[in-house]
């Protein structure tokens, strides 16, 4: 499946749109972590478990977005958007959403 942020894909044709899909995730980070990571925020590191934690929810989103792609008959996601929100009590949680229009080329 190939899927770019681009609106076409050089060199090949889109035969047909199918649809916009989408792929959702929302994970929790837990205390112990949330405690580690604002301490390292404090001493001016970096905080590799948040950046483990994003990268598991973009994965996770874009599996469910080329899942869903192939569902309509889809070879390929062009106009990919991924977007990232905190949700719950005291920012708890991390969504994020990959979107774009599922096409089939030649």
Wanted: cysteine-free; aromatic content about 4%.
């Amino acid at each position: 499946m190939i899927m770019t942020t681009t609106p076409g894909i050089e060199g090949r044709r889109i035969r047909s749109y199918l649809g916009i899909v989408a792929g959702e995730t929302i994970l929790g980070a837990n205390l112990f972590k949330d405690f580690l990571a604002g301490l390292r925020d404090v001493v001016g590191g970096r905080s590799a478990s948040y950046e483990r934690e994003l990268q598991k929810a973009r994965d996770i989103a874009l599996r469910e977005l080329e899942e869903r792609a192939r569902e309509l008959g889809a070879n390929a996601v062009v106009g990919v958007d991924i977007d990232y929100e905190v949700l719950g009590e005291r920012n708890g949680m991390l969504m994020v959403t990959a979107s774009g229009t599922a096409v089939a080329v030649e």
